[in-house]
């Protein structure tokens, strides 16, 4: 039972290009969450999806796409990374409270 | 006003103390109150659970909820250089999955 996986761990960008943060949950929740977190900002949430085929926009989704795969997959997508996006991002699933991941820290220069 | 707020610290206390962490939010519809503890470079973990006024003991940790003054705050006795990490709070409405976190305290347990 590995809980909340993220991949990759690490990952340095230059403004303009894309990439995909990948999120996989083995413990059959619905929810799923995708957040940001910045020193001093807190955890901010970029989107959710609280079942398998919907998704719906945070506190900070500009920027951002996601995809909910299925049960076990929800993906965060940046189209056209920009400096503003270099954070910690953390994904979460929920049955009655969130579990997270180790996070992925991306730098966008 | 934000919706939930906390003393960002950094605390620092000596091995032994009584740490208070505190918290207050602005909407009265928030029914659920957690913490998360986060150490460095990890995620955060659930630590407390609750949904009443009042406290909730679980080992060294006491979660107490004050709803009329919207006030929540987590005790921790006897601290351990192992406590050291970032506490954030959060909170949820009944009826909405959303979570809205607190930006976390950063604390310090000093052998």
């Known amino acids: 039972n590995a809980g909340v996986t993220q991949t990759p761990k690490f990952q340095v960008l230059k403004t303009g290009q894309s990439m995909t943060l990948q999120c996989a949950q083995d413990m059959n929740h619905n929810s799923m969450y995708w957040y940001r977190q910045d020193p001093g900002m807190g955890l901010r949430l970029i989107y959710y999806?609280?079942?398998?085929?919907?998704?719906d926009k945070g506190e900070v989704p500009n920027g951002y796409n996601v995809s909910r795969l299925n049960k076990r997959e929800f993906s965060l997508r940046l189209e056209s990374a920009a400096p503003s996006q270099t954070s910690v991002y953390f994904c979460?699933?929920?049955?009655?409270?969130?579990?997270f991941g180790p996070g992925t820290r991306l730098t966008v220069t | 006003q934000k919706e939930v707020e906390q003393d960002p610290g950094p605390l620092s206390v000596p091995e032994g103390a009584i740490v208070s962490l505190n918290c207050t939010y602005s909407n009265s519809a928030f029914q659920y109150f957690m913490w998360y503890r986060q150490y460095s470079r990890k995620g955060p973990e659930l630590l407390m659970y609750?949904?009443?006024?009042g406290n909730k003991e679980d080992g060294r940790f006491t979660a107490q909820v004050d709803k009329s003054s919207k006030y929540i705050s987590l005790f921790i006795r006897d601290s351990q250089p192992s406590d050291s990490a970032t506490y954030l709070c959060a909170i949820r409405e009944t009826s909405y999955d959303k979570v809205i976190f607190g930006p976390g305290t950063s604390l310090s347990v000093i052998p």
């Open positions: 609750t949904y009443s006024s």
């Open positions: 979460a699933s929920k049955d009655y409270e969130q579990y």
């Open positions: 999806s609280a079942s398998e085929g919907t998704t």
